[in-house]
């Protein structure tokens, strides 16, 4: 039997994105526990190419990678971006295991049609998790 309530904590967005990361092994820590579901994740470090992290949904849902060294110390790479997910109670779970992470998060809010909330990660890169309709 499927667990209905795990199934809908999945991300459903971003094929592919790329960050400049100062600590290779902080921000793949983060993002693997904020990223971490019941399906199967694939985590690649690759030290030998500049440090390459490669952190993939194996159903091909996201795939995220983490590039030592070129983060701007000062400023993240770039404005932000957004983890789409299927339901308001997906949205809240994320919510929870950001605050868990560390993550400095505002809270879930109603806008333009959308729930959502933000989040910075180790490096300061805004994230926005969000859930389409009223959810």
């Known amino acids: 039997m499927k667990n ?8 459903k967005g971003i094929g592919r994105i790329i960050l ?4 290779l092994d902080r921000s793949r820590e983060f993002y693997e526990g904020l990223l971490s579901t019941d ?7 690759i030290r030998e190419r500049r440090g390459l992290c490669s952190i993939e ?12 060294g070129l983060a701007i110390a000062s400023r993240p790479s770039i404005e932000h ?18 605050i868990n992470l560390g993550a400095a998060v505002t809270s879930p809010q109603g806008v333009d049609g959308e729930w959502q909330f933000f989040m910075y990660d180790p490096d300061g ?5 969000y859930t389409p309709g009223k959810g």
């Open 20 to 23: 400049g990361v100062r600590d």
């Open 125 to 129: 890169h805004k994230i926005g998790v």
């Open 81 to 98: 971006f957004c983890f789409r997910t299927d339901s308001k109670l997906a949205l809240r779970a994320l919510h929870g295991r950001a």
């Open 57 to 68: 949904d194996c159903r091909s849902t996201f795939g995220l990678r983490l590039r030592e």
């Open 4 to 11: 209905e309530y795990a199934e809908n904590l999945g991300i």
């Open 39 to 45: 399906r199967p994740t694939r985590t690649d470090v």
